[in-house]
């Protein structure tokens, strides 16, 4: 289910409190736990740009990458996004960080959302347990003694 929102049109601002269940395939971002949550708020700055301010709030199930055990990762992120329309985005002389792209008569969401999690979610993913800190701690493991064989093979 698409819901589009036409900012060249409509009254402003547009208050969005609301859920989304199901993200987009292929994100490689784990599942969602519970559905996220978002509270935002996007706002008419000019009839090309628009601001979009608030909190989104989700909780991710993923493999952690060091005991391959399940990880719970907690993204909540204070949004502060510049929207433009996505034809701007030719123009190079506008930073892309801030800034998110999209078309503005069909304007959905769920991208701006997705958009925000995937750069901020973590390039590895952990679960920082106790057993799990154990495993990344390398001190705790036996330090490799490369030149034990050779002097083995010596005597
Ligand atoms: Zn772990």
Redesign the pocket.
């Known amino acids: 289910m698409t819901n589009y929102l036409n900012l060249r049109e409509g009254k402003f601002p547009i208050k969005l409190e609301t859920s989304i269940e199901i993200l987009s395939d292929g994100l490689n971002i784990g599942t969602l736990k519970h559905p996220l949550k978002i509270n935002l708020s996007i706002e008419k700055l000019s009839s090309d740009l628009f601001s979009c301010k608030g909190v989104i709030e989700s909780f991710f199930l993923n493999t952690?990458q060091?005991?391959l055990?399940e990880?719970e990762i907690n993204l909540t992120l204070e949004t502060n996004l510049i929207i433009k329309d996505e034809d701007v985005l030719l123009d190079f002389s506008n930073k892309p960080d801030e800034s998110h792209f999209q078309n503005l008569k069909y304007f959905q969401i769920e991208r701006l959302v997705e958009e925000e999690i995937c750069l901020n979610y973590p390039s590895v993913v952990?679960?920082n347990?106790e057993d799990?800190l154990d495993?990344a701690n390398p001190e705790k493991e036996e330090k490799l003694q490369p030149f034990k064989k050779i002097r083995d093979l010596l005597e």
């Open positions: 952690c060091i005991c055990k990880a952990k679960c347990t799990c495993f």
